[in-house]
């Protein structure tokens, strides 16, 4: 008899520290964002704690009866005595916790001392994206990024673990070391070094394969290219498959999708256009994955157009706008025509609350696409706009294909769209849509020796 095997729950607390200078509000979408993280890592956020300091305290984050109180936390969930701040399904026994999780990135030291007081692992923001990187990564490239980058984080967090250790944890002797009375601190950091030198250079490898693998997909076809970005959860993979009839990874979690993944547009249309999903950006994305990451972000550089994603149900979405407008400058893509896209207005309430939000999001962001990636209409009607942002260039032509170069005719079909066509006496008759640049290419292909004529036929 087959039976389930259930995964233990894993219980997580947050801490966080308000700052002066930070709001109310802001300060809960970054906790409610921590929480989220925390779910896509498989914890349940069973209590928060936070404390308005000036600062950040300097030898453990948070002050010293915030510790007190967050350790007296943990030891009485261990014995059962948080009866009612447990999940229902637990109030009954003890809940041992497992982590505590800071928002914010911490010092080596601070963490250490933060774990001495309170009696369980912390993790601080930095550390719980790249366990998610850590996981989520299905690509060569991305796997050997998110190395490099827990590589980097790792590094100084070293010195700590060895201190925790104890002295015979330290030192080595000089005997088969490299080095007399070389600490293993110092022989783990230079093979740290030693190893991201290593993944880089497979990483400019792969990325000039890819950039090769690129230009001649550019060559060989005249396409277009779409790049789907946006913050992490706001519907771009479930659009990207309904533009695309592909199967690609839905899933409602953060940083579901790592890896750029580029399918055509569907139905295909002419000019073809492709269309590429990245990975999403979040606030405080540690600046060690915005560059290791930027091999997935190097696709918008390519596009021809940026869909902007946003989950219109969030009442946070202009935080998240601004984030994704920082991100893209940073990778130089800002002066790239964007589309914005407003997706998941099927989560917000009734018709009537739809229709008037809707409104609202079009007169203050003009232009915009409000609309459900799981309605076909909208789909269809976002489709039929992004083939007119791309046939917005292209000119009509005639061309006479004679019927000595009949083997032409798939190239007409491939480049071209073909409003009309006709057989006459010297071959077929084409009246086409195209690019300039594709349709002189045709041309010359079709009447070699004519440039003259041509040059003057494109002057007129």
Request: proline letters at 4%; charged letters at 30%; a negative charge.
């Amino acid at each position: 008899m087959h039976t389930e095997v259930k995964e233990k729950p894993r219980y997580a607390l947050v801490a966080s520290v308000q700052l002066p200078d930070v709001s109310d509000v802001e300060f809960e979408a970054s906790l409610t964002e921590l929480a989220e993280l925390a779910k896509t890592l498989g914890f349940q956020v069973v209590e928060t704690f936070v404390q308005k300091r000036s600062s950040f305290d300097r030898t453990a984050y948070l002050g010293v009866g915030k510790r007190e109180e967050i350790g007296q936390y943990v030891q009485r969930a261990g014995n059962g005595d948080e009866q009612d701040e447990m999940p229902p399904a637990r109030a009954s026994s003890a809940v041992e916790i497992d982590v505590l999780l800071v928002d914010h990135e911490i010092s080596p030291s601070q963490a250490r001392n933060l774990e001495l007081a309170v009696g369980c692992e912390v993790m601080d923001r930095t550390m719980v994206i790249l366990e998610i990187f850590h996981r989520n990564a299905r690509s060569r490239a991305a796997r050997a990024q998110v190395e490099i980058a827990r590589l980097g984080y790792m590094a100084p967090r070293l010195r700590e673990a060895a201190k925790l250790a104890g002295p015979q944890g330290r030192q080595r002797s000089g005997t088969g070391g490299r080095g007399a009375g070389e600490s293993h601190t110092e022989l783990d950091r230079r093979k740290v070094r030693d190893r991201i030198a290593e993944l880089q250079c497979e990483i400019v490898a792969m990325e000039q394969e890819r950039k090769t693998q690129r230009a001649r997909r550019l060559e060989r076809q005249g396409l277009g290219g779409v790049s789907l970005v946006g913050y992490t959860n706001a519907g771009k993979s479930t659009l990207m498959r309904a533009l695309t009839g592909s199967e690609v990874l839905v899933a409602n979690k953060l940083f579901a999708t790592l890896d750029t993944t580029v399918r055509a547009l569907y139905p295909e249309s002419v000019p073809r256009v492709l269309v590429s999903d990245t990975v999403g950006f979040i606030k405080n994305l540690p600046h060690g994955l915005v560059a290791s990451f930027k091999s997935t972000l190097e696709e918008a550089l390519d596009a021809a157009l940026l869909l902007h994603v946003i989950d219109a149900s969030d009442p946070g979405f202009e935080r998240q706008l601004e984030v994704t407008d920082t991100v893209l400058r940073e990778i130089g893509a800002d002066d790239v025509p964007r589309l914005r896209v407003f997706n998941k207005i099927d989560h917000v309430g009734d018709e009537a609350e739809q229709a008037a939000w809707t409104a609202e999001l079009q007169q203050r962001y003009p232009g915009c696409v409000v609309m459900s990636a799981r309605r076909p209409e909208e789909v269809a009607s976002l489709h039929a706009r992004i083939v007119a942002f791309f046939r917005q260039d292209l000119m009509e032509d005639e061309l006479l294909l004679p019927w000595s170069a009949q083997q032409l005719r798939g190239e007409i079909y491939r480049h071209c769209q073909v409003l009309e066509e006709r057989t006459e006496e010297d071959g077929s008759w084409f009246r086409v849509r195209g690019e300039p640049d594709k349709l002189r290419s045709l041309r010359a292909q079709i009447y070699p020796g004519s440039q003259g004529r041509e040059k003057e036929y494109w002057e007129v």
